[in-house]
Nanobody, 115 residues
């Protein structure tokens, strides 16, 4: 089993920045891919950013150039640095870890971009 705990959400003005953290514990060596998803009210959950074991990354077109996914293996933590935030980025952000035959989710952290 793997446990994922997000932190770092909050209220920020348009153009501002936030850094989300996802701390992993448990059988973390089983995880092949880590990702951040988000879900806005009335919308489906969407993939925001992915980081692979090779450290390759992938981003949704809507966040390219503004968001950066990274990780600190010593701390078992994945980050999402979010810059130039827009009101459309408002959502609950979820950390995700994929292992063979298993998918793990955190509880989510709210990000609100508003003046």
């Amino acid at each position: 089993q793997v446990q994922l705990v997000e932190s770092g959400g909050g209220l920020v003005q348009p153009g501002g920045s936030l850094r989300l953290s996802c701390a992993a514990s448990g059988n973390i060596f089983s995880i092949d891919v880590m990702a951040w998803y988000r879900q806005a009210p009335g919308k489906q959950r969407e993939l925001v950013a992915t980081i692979f074991k090779s450290d390759n990354t992938h981003y949704a077109d809507s966040v390219k150039g503004r968001f950066t996914i990274s990780r600190d293996n010593a701390k078992n933590t994945v980050y999402l640095q979010m810059n130039s935030l827009k009101p459309d980025d408002t959502a609950v952000y979820y950390c995700n870890g994929d292992a063979v035959g298993q998918r793990y989710w955190g509880q989510g952290t709210q990000v609100t971009v508003s003046s």
